[in-house]
């Protein structure tokens, strides 16, 4: 949040629970429901997207119905000076959905959307010069991925 922004209220939270859920709903479906004006809630929304709470409105889409039948999540440990190439390159690889750089064993976590075995071969090929990659193909997602909880 921007160092003047203001705290998030009871109404704010309503609203970022209900795009959370629906990013789609017009800002008089969102104002029905929390008990506002359509231009009170695009106040707010302008207001939350200034401040960088609000980050961006999305769809989501099902990479099976686009032909990736496979997902996997790929860790990896860069050799020495090669922690920003391995960021580089997966950025530039479409088929990284999510990349993350973390502590412990591995310095990076990604999660890929391949159409195959061979096609994950392709991918983790890319990465390979640059250190060591262990890769596991996802079975299930029992968490699907989901909005911040906004509770207390």
Known sequence: MAIDSKPLDA????LLAELQE???LSQAE???RVQLSPPAVG?????????GVITGYRAGV???ALGYALAAVVR??????QISTVADIARATPEVVECHRVTGEDCF???????SVEHLEEVIDRFTPYGQTTTSIIQSSPVPG???ELGA
């Open 11 to 14: 109404t704010d939270l309503r």
């Open 22 to 24: 629906e990013a789609r």
């Open 30 to 32: 969102l104002g029905r």
């Open 43 to 51: 106040e707010r929304l302008a207001r939350l997207e200034r401040d």
């Open 62 to 64: 099902d990479p099976h």
């Open 76 to 81: 990896m440990r860069p050799a020495p000076r």
């Open 109 to 115: 976590y990604m999660k890929v959307h391949i159409r």
């Open 146 to 148: 989901r909005g911040v």
